[in-house]
């Protein structure tokens, strides 16, 4: 028999009881949980620290304690009622209630009195202490509360308020303006004084008016192209004088200067008188009336022929045909005035010059103005300084753009410029026809749709497309009713006071009035007679 072979096994291991892994595993669990708690708490410390170093300055800051911080502390109690009654003071003095208000304030004294014992002896107030002001405090708000002093009710009186009180400023700024128009409009004793005396030497010094008829040498220069022609539209002669006086002070050749003056019929002389007797450094000055124009007549102006229109003398004149739903400013009757519209017709009342510059008679010339008459305007025929360095002064602002008709042929972004320092090409106005262009807007607005206001925005019509922008420093705005940059003062050649502050009211602007006054002659006898100062 074969003898079988030893069998071969390896030898049994012994496990480890699971109970035991999981022991293990939870012993590390837990050193795990202890390490980082223990991190934790070290983190936690500096935090805190700096929580608490932030907390005590505030607290330092508002000058607050841990008491006032306490929810049942009665110190904070007594606080928030100061601080409500305080307000409900203010309502009840809003409310005219002055006894209530006076009650109130009594009980804050008092409240405000405990405070400032606790504090003195540095020990917390009581319940005990406090009980009778809390108590009576408690029952003058609930009382406020009874009155409406809530914050809702308030807030409506508040807005009722603020509402009225925007109607009554309303009121006032309308008043102010209508005061401030009709101020402006006035003409001061003093230049009616000086008129009148004007007239009556005119009238009674014939060696005056043979000084006057001597100058006829002086015609050839009234037509000479190769001289400088300025003209002025005014009734007003101190005004007119100081244009033509500041220009010859700051010319460099009076030679090379001619003045055109056009005046009204009531002033002719007086003006005729000034100019004969003063002699502006040698400049040739010419004076005329509008009357004379024997082409200014309603069949050919559209201005006169509306001033003969009922419903056009109503609207400037009576101011009943809106019942006052138009501003005052829109409806002076200056705007009818030729002599404001005369700047439309400057290549009729001036049928021999070639190029002129056109003066308001509210500026002051500061600087030689040869220049202007060498500047090219590129085939345009008015040249202008811009005024739209701001959005104001675009088309938009001074048109009616719901029209159709203004709508379909101007930019209502296009930039805006400025009457009262102008260079007029006359060859080219009269190869254009501005004067046509301007009869036809004239005659478009008869009824006011198109614009309201003045000679500006039919100028902007007229010259549309016409107009060659100057250096800003030829000609600076805003002296009659705003600041101006002390730069721009300096730098300027033309200061124009538009606006209703004009230099010679008493309502111009104080700062600005001696720019305008140096060029005024007050020790001239006629002057002094009449109170100019």
């Not at 601080?83 to 009650?103: G, M, P, R």
């Not at 603020?162 to 005061?179: D, G, P, R, T």
């Not at 101020?183 to 001061?188: F, I």
Request: proline share 4%.
């Amino acid at each position: 028999m074969r003898r079988r072979a030893t069998d071969f096994r390896r030898p049994v291991r012994r496990r480890v009881p699971d109970a035991l892994w999981w022991a293990l595993c939870c012993a590390v669990i837990l050193l795990f949980v202890y390490i980082l708690s223990k991190g934790n708490k070290m983190e936690s410390r500096p935090a805190l620290s700096k929580r608490t170093y932030k907390h005590d300055k505030i607290m330092e800051g508002l000058n607050i304690t841990e008491e006032m911080l306490n929810s049942n502390s009665v110190t904070r109690q007594l606080n928030d009622q100061i601080s409500l009654a305080k307000a409900f003071v203010v309502i009840a003095k809003e409310s005219n209630n002055l006894q209530f208000a006076w009650e109130l304030s009594a009980q804050i004294h008092n409240s405000q009195m405990l405070l400032s014992n606790a504090a003195t002896r540095r020990v917390p107030l009581t319940t005990r202490e406090t009980e009778r002001a809390i108590h009576d405090m408690a029952l003058l708000l609930y009382q406020a509360q009874q009155l409406h002093y809530d914050s809702a009710t308030m807030i409506m009186r508040f807005k009722a308020k603020i509402q009225a009180l925007e109607e009554q400023m309303n009121s006032v700024s309308e008043k102010s303006s209508k005061y401030g128009q009709i101020a402006a409009e006035e003409v001061p004793k003093s230049l009616y004084c000086l008129g009148v005396r004007l007239t009556t030497e005119w009238f009674k010094n014939f060696n005056l008016q043979k000084k006057l008829k001597d100058k006829r040498h002086v015609e050839m220069k009234l037509k000479d192209s190769n001289l400088h022609h300025f003209c002025i539209f005014s009734d007003n002669i101190i005004a007119t004088s100081v244009v033509v006086n500041s220009t010859a002070m700051n010319c460099k050749n009076p030679n090379m200067i001619v003045f055109h003056l056009v005046t009204d019929e009531i002033n002719y002389a007086a003006m005729k008188a000034w100019f004969a007797m003063n002699d502006f450094r040698g400049v040739t000055v010419e004076v005329q009336k509008f009357e004379d124009f024997t082409w200014l007549n309603a069949s050919y102006v559209p201005v006169l022929k509306q001033l003969q229109d009922s419903e056009i003398q109503s609207y400037y004149f009576s101011g009943n045909s809106d019942e006052g739903r138009t501003p005052i400013k829109f409806r002076n009757p200056k705007y009818l005035s030729m002599l404001n519209h005369l700047r439309f017709y400057i290549p009729e009342v001036f049928p021999a010059l070639k190029k002129v510059v056109f003066l308001d008679d509210d500026v002051v010339v500061q600087k030689d103005l040869s220049g202007l008459f060498s500047i090219d305007l590129n085939g345009n025929v008015n040249g202008a300084v811009e005024t739209c360095m701001e959005t104001f002064h675009r088309y938009h602002k001074y048109l009616n753009y719901s029209h159709p008709l203004i709508r379909a042929h101007f930019d209502p972004d296009a930039c805006g410029w400025a009457f009262g320092m102008n260079v007029f090409d006359l060859v080219e106005w009269r190869k254009k026809n501005v004067t046509g262009l301007y009869h036809y807007w004239q005659e478009k607005n008869v009824d006011r749709t198109l614009w309201k206001l003045g000679t500006l925005p039919p100028g902007l019509l007229t010259f549309y497309g016409l107009t060659e922008p100057l250096d800003p420093s030829w000609h600076v705005l805003g002296f009659g009713y705003t600041n101006v940059d002390p730069q721009l003062i300096e730098r300027g050649a033309v200061l124009h006071f538009n606006g209703n502050s004009k230099p010679w009211l008493k309502i111009g602007i104080e700062k600005y009035k001696p720019l305008w006054e140096k060029y005024v002659e007050y020790s001239h006898p006629l002057l002094q007679k009449c109170n100019f100062h």
